[in-house]
């Protein structure tokens, strides 16, 4: 990956200089560099958190050798300036004629369109011309620094478009309102649409990983299943699961995987967040099922989840809104799964997850690097201590996958392990994400690389309103201290079903075949880009509240 420009820091209060003697220059002495004075009415501040513009926004006088252009609207927001945030691209036209600055214009409240502002550069003749230095060229470069602070600028994109994604229409939403994004952007790209499930396996697994720094499927969150698979299918798997940042335009019925990262399944916002993306190591997790490994991002199911993801695939029309249509039609059934359980469980009571999903977010809060090559040095130093990963003595076993620190699903139950029987088991939920579609917060203490999944579980004999009521703690944040519900931090697990030929067994909302199936988990082997380097959902309800028994400990 191109690495990013180190920050420039945060900028000193806005300074507006005395007006200069002639256009295009810059004041000399303390922050000079951070304004640019096109003309006497025309100046442009690196602020602390925006772009400034103040003056005109029209043509000037016909006897001044300077004009105004801000595309054919004028700028929304805090008059005169654009957040860093939004600023996609700047550079000065090969003639030294213009200033050209693309910017992500927030029309709507779920959606941005790009704009351009043309600003003209001061002209000089040929013998005032020799004399004079690039004024223009080391702010636009400073500029650059700071809207691209943490984030690597031209990220080289293989994006990858199903057109069948969910309701449809990904690729209308790709032409028309993401592309000229990462076009803004002056992202370099690579397109491919998609016509059968399964092809971005094969795609992923012969991929040329060194023409490319991230994956962008335009999807649901089945595509990324299948990308983040076909990398790890390859001889070099863990270099290329290092490598490319695999990132999610949502575009089908879930759209998990953007809602985490991101905070949004709204398309031009993920876009955006993509483009300023912080490149953050993900926890995956392989499950063998048979003789078959599959590797996970998002969650496995199986019992009630597994039946409204899997069950209501002929709903797809319905959006997001079958998963509910599958929900209350199963909490009216009252089913039970019988099955055996054997839990590698490290965090058991909820009060402790809580403390460490606290610890884990302050510490990412004071980790975090300066550039995208920092965060990427980070990330491969993260996966070489990851616990998780055995200690490879070959380095040429070391490119493919880590061992498994278990074995498989088919081996002897691991030492230390035991199975529990289950008689009235609802549902057997594990996520390593925290949303698992809009609004649907099932796994609130769910961390991008802490080496551990959330495994809740619940009772299928419990009655239908209650059923619905826990749906409901969902969506208002109640549902990690419902006392209907098991909520545990885990390493590791085998679940055996009985008493059923047939069923649903759902990974990542994609389905495997009915029957044992065991899971492990990999510290930080996967890599995506994030707004922050942590997930958006808001965390378990007061996990920031500092209990009594710490404070006495403080």
Not at 10 to 18: E, I, Q, T, V, Y
Request: contains cysteine.
């Amino acid at each position: 990956m191109d690495p990013a420009t180190p920050s420039a820091g945060p900028a000193k209060p806005d300074r507006f200089p005395s007006p200069p003697t002639s256009a295009g220059s810059l004041p000399a002495g303390g922050d000079g560099d951070a304004v640019l004075v096109l003309s006497p009415s025309l100046t442009l501040t690196i602020g602390q958190d925006a772009l400034s513009i103040s003056g005109t926004s029209y043509p000037a006088p016909r006897w001044a050798p300077w004009t105004l252009l801000i595309d054919t609207q004028p700028i929304k927001g805090t008059p005169g300036s654009i957040p860093y945030y939004n600023i996609l691209w700047a550079e000065v036209t090969p003639d030294r004629s213009w200033l050209m600055i693309d910017y992500a214009d927030q029309t709507q409240t779920n959606y941005v369109q790009v704009r351009h502002a043309k600003l003209a550069v001061p002209n000089f003749d040929v013998e005032e011309a020799a004399g004079t230095p690039d004024l223009v060229g080391p702010w636009v470069e400073r500029l650059l620094d700071r809207a691209y602070a943490g984030s690597a600028r031209r990220k080289r994109a293989w994006v990858l478009v199903n057109p069948h994604a969910g309701p449809g229409g990904a690729d209308k939403i790709w032409e028309h309102e993401v592309r000229p994004i990462f076009d803004a952007a002056r992202m370099p790209m690579t397109v491919v649409q998609t016509t059968h499930g399964g092809q971005a396996v094969d795609l992923a697994r012969e991929l040329n990983i060194d023409d490319y720094d991230i994956a962008i499927p335009c999807s649901g969150d089945g595509l990324p299943h299948e990308v983040f698979n076909g990398l790890a299918q390859r001889p070099d798997a863990r270099h290329a699961l290092s490598k490319i940042a695999v990132c999610h335009i949502p575009c089908g019925s879930g759209n998990a995987m953007s809602c985490n990262l991101y905070g949004t399944h709204r398309p031009t916002l993920a876009a955006l967040a993509i483009v300023k993306g912080v490149a953050t190591p993900l926890d995956l997790v392989s499950v063998t099922h048979g003789t078959q490994r599959t590797i996970s991002f998002l969650s496995q199911a199986l019992g009630l989840i597994a039946v409204c993801d899997l069950g209501t695939e002929n709903l797809r029309w319905m959006g997001a809104n079958r998963f509910v249509y599958g929900y209350i039609k199963q909490a009216l059934r009252r089913q039970t799964y019988p099955c055996d359980i054997a839990v590698k469980v490290e965090i058991d009571q909820k009060e402790d997850v809580r403390r460490h999903y606290r610890q884990q977010v302050v510490q990412a809060g004071t980790e975090t690097p300066d550039n995208g090559e920092q965060q990427a040095q980070e990330h491969d130093d993260k996966q070489s201590r990851s616990p998780t990963l055995s200690t490879v003595v070959d380095d040429q076993d070391s490119l493919g996958l880590p061992p498994l620190k278990y074995g498989t699903v088919m081996d002897k139950l691991p030492e230390g392990w035991e199975l529990i029987r289950h008689e009235k088991l609802g549902s057997f939920y594990c996520g390593n994400m925290a949303y698992m579609a809009p609004d649907t917060n099932f796994f609130s203490a769910a961390l991008a690389n802490d080496g551990l999944m959330d495994l809740v579980t619940t009772d299928g004999d419990i009655s239908p309103l209650k059923t619905l009521a826990m749906q409901l703690d969902v969506e208002s944040g109640h549902f990690f201290d419902s006392p209907l519900v098991s909520y545990r931090k885990v390493s590791a697990y085998r679940i055996i079903p009985r008493n059923q030929e047939t069923g649903y067994i759902s990974i990542d909302g994609e389905r495997i075949p009915f029957g044992p199936f065991q899971a492990e988990i990999h510290r930080g082997l996967g890599l995506t880009l994030s707004k922050k380097g942590i997930f958006e959902a808001p965390g378990p309800r007061n996990w920031d509240r500092v209990t009594a028994s710490e404070r006495l400990l403080a």
